[in-house]
């Protein structure tokens, strides 16, 4: 017979002694918990979802990190559930992963070997197949305590590489993350890119999540980052912004966030379309004109800054009337004009110094006004 807690306070309130019951863990879903053991018959997972249920052993953590390990196993089981069960008798199993077992070592058969196997894949650990095995054979106990099982392979090069994070935060004399609290931090990080729309490739790895835990970045402190990083984009130039989106019409501001928090990790296409997209907005807000993304690229790729596209576009601004032709000159393109600015082109900045000159002839023979503008108009301080 059992006693609840209701009934154990109510007797002790009978007896005039109050009684304090220990709160229970928050409840995770009980729909993920219900679907994810719809996939698993093996006994480890089944008490891994137990575990996630009751929050105690390798299944505690926030409700939000149970609720997350619940859904990746519904996610795994998902795939399986594609693919024949079964184990293949050839090194794999039904996910077509191949668990390392030394030449000559005796390893696991049936159901144990199945428990184990589920086991290493929640961790990642496939390759510690035959070293856990012997173990195993050695104290069957074991597979009941992940703590004490990979007790004995943690100074293996295959454990330490898996946990690397934990290696680096042993160096900083950081506390070191359980296996089960270093998985959850993983699926953690996961949910925030996630939930956050970073574009896949983006600080999705195991080696980014490593590095994440080896300096101590929570999952809530690398959510406040990438949230940094909207804002910025939210906080940019509007014209830079609408050059940028011309640019490339399927930008997202995703990627440009992911852009502000890693130009390095996001790409020498991304960098490149930003610089031209700078470029442009100084043309269309400093000069008056605007570039087509051929031309802002070309520019870009010639090394021309935001910094000098500034200024030369403020000069181009400030000499508009000589680039607007009267009757009689020659054409002067856009193309002449950004090439004689920027490029010094020699042709280009001929065909701009030679109307320069019969404008400046006008301006002197008409006693101040060139061709009848009623505007002086002033040289491109780039043309000798």
Request: glycine share 10%; proline share 4%.
């Amino acid at each position: 017979m059992s006693i609840s807690p209701e009934d154990l306070r109510a007797l002790s309130e009978a007896r005039g002694r109050p009684v304090t019951v220990a709160p229970a863990p928050a409840a995770v879903n009980p729909t993920l918990a219900y679907e994810a053991a719809g996939y698993y018959g093996d006994a480890a997972t089944s008490q891994y979802i137990r575990d996630l249920v009751a929050g105690v052993n390798v299944g505690a953590g926030t409700v939000e990190q149970r609720n997350a390990a619940l859904q990746t196993l519904i996610d795994q089981g998902q795939i399986r559930q594609q693919q024949s069960s079964g184990d293949t008798g050839d090194g794999t199993d039904n996910t077509g992963v191949t668990y390392a077992t030394p030449p000559g070592a005796t390893t696991l058969a049936g159901s144990a070997a199945n428990e184990l196997k589920a086991i290493l894949r929640r961790y990642n650990l496939e390759s510690l197949f035959g070293p856990l095995s012997g173990a195993l054979i050695g104290d069957p106990s074991l597979i009941r305590n992940t703590d004490a099982l990979f007790g004995a392979v943690r100074e293996t090069p295959q454990y330490q590489a898996r946990f690397k994070g934990n290696i680096e935060r042993a160096k900083k004399n950081l506390p070191l993350l359980s296996e089960a609290e270093y998985i959850s931090q993983e699926q953690s990080y996961q949910q925030v890119n996630k939930s956050l729309g970073l574009p896949r490739g983006f600080y999705d790895t195991q080696d980014d999540f490593a590095n994440f835990i080896a300096n101590d970045v929570s999952p809530v402190e690398y959510s406040k980052r990438i949230e940094q990083g909207y804002n910025v984009v939210k906080n940019s130039s509007p014209e830079v912004l609408n050059q940028l989106k011309m640019l490339v019409p399927d930008l997202q501001d995703a990627d440009l966030a992911a852009y502000v928090l890693d130009p390095i990790r996001s790409g020498q296409e991304i960098e490149r379309k930003v610089r031209a997209a700078r470029i442009a907005a100084a043309g269309k807000v400093s000069g008056g004109m605007q570039l087509t993304a051929t031309q802002a690229e070309s520019l870009a790729q010639q090394g021309v800054t935001a910094e000098m596209a500034q200024q030369g576009f403020t000069q181009l601004g400030q000499s508009a009337g000589l680039f607007r032709p009267l009757q009689g000159e020659e054409t002067i393109t856009q193309e002449d004009i950004l090439a004689g600015t920027f490029t010094n082109e020699q042709a280009a900045q001929q065909r701009i110094a030679r109307r320069r000159r019969r404008r400046q002839a006008e301006f002197e023979a008409s006693g101040g006004f060139a061709g009848g503008t009623g505007t002086r108009n002033v040289g491109l301080s780039t043309v000798e």
